[in-house]
């Protein structure tokens, strides 16, 4: 059965199984990197919730974290702006922490650079970044993740968080539009 959104067919970029190994590859260095550290990990909403969620399960057990969300858009469709609109903010404190970054994807690093910034302003120990998809050949600035699960082609991607117009968070796969 073919996966038809918004009259456009899906085709598959990873399954489940590709996206899981990739996801306990860095849940793992993670949990060395911060074994006595404490970090907060930060997602950003919407579409970081899915791969935020695998990810704190697939760290180790033993390492002490929290989390908090922060809301914000930089898109219209399928299209970004450019202009990062925050609309919603931390609920804890993060001076003195180490933070964790949690991005969806990074396609031009407006957005991302943006969030980095304004959490910097915010004290913390240290921010750093872990994204699950970076997409090659669309960055306005350049952004490396300290944590990648992969990079992409410039494709527009759908499932595992990532929407189109809201449809399509939901599938546990990744998958294109033609």
């Known amino acids: 059965m073919?996966?038809?959104?918004?009259?456009?067919?899906?085709?598959?970029?990873?399954?489940?199984?590709?996206?899981?190994?990739?996801?306990?590859?860095?849940?793992n260095q993670i949990s060395v990197d911060y074994q006595e550290k404490h970090p907060i990990f930060i997602g950003v909403l919407n579409g970081a919730f899915v791969f935020?969620?695998?990810?704190?399960?697939?760290v180790d057990p033993q390492l002490k974290?929290?989390?908090d969300f922060i809301k914000l858009s930089s898109y219209e469709g399928k299209q970004s702006t450019g202009i990062v609109k925050?609309?919603?903010?931390?609920?804890?404190?993060?001076k003195g922490r180490h933070?964790?970054?949690?991005?969806?994807?990074?396609?031009?690093?407006?957005?991302?650079?943006?969030?980095?910034?304004?959490?910097?302003?915010?004290?913390?120990?240290?921010?750093?970044?872990?994204a699950c998809f970076l997409k090659t050949g669309k960055q306005k600035i350049n952004i490396q993740p300290d944590y990648l699960c992969t990079e992409i082609e410039d494709k527009f991607i759908?499932?595992?968080?990532?929407d189109w117009d809201e449809y399509g968070r939901g599938l546990d796969q990744l998958y294109y539009i033609q």
């Open 2 to 27: 073919n996966l038809v959104i918004k009259g456009k067919e899906l085709q598959l970029y990873f399954s489940k199984e590709q996206l899981n190994n990739m996801v306990v590859k860095i849940a």
């Open 52 to 58: 935020m969620a695998d990810l704190i399960r697939a």
């Open 65 to 67: 974290f929290q989390i």
């Open 86 to 94: 925050a609309l919603s903010g931390l609920k804890n404190d993060i």
């Open 99 to 130: 933070v964790i970054i949690i991005e969806d994807i990074i396609e031009t690093g407006l957005t991302i650079t943006a969030v980095i910034e304004e959490m910097k302003k915010l004290e913390p120990a240290s921010v750093k970044l872990c």
């Open 158 to 162: 759908i499932g595992y968080g990532l």
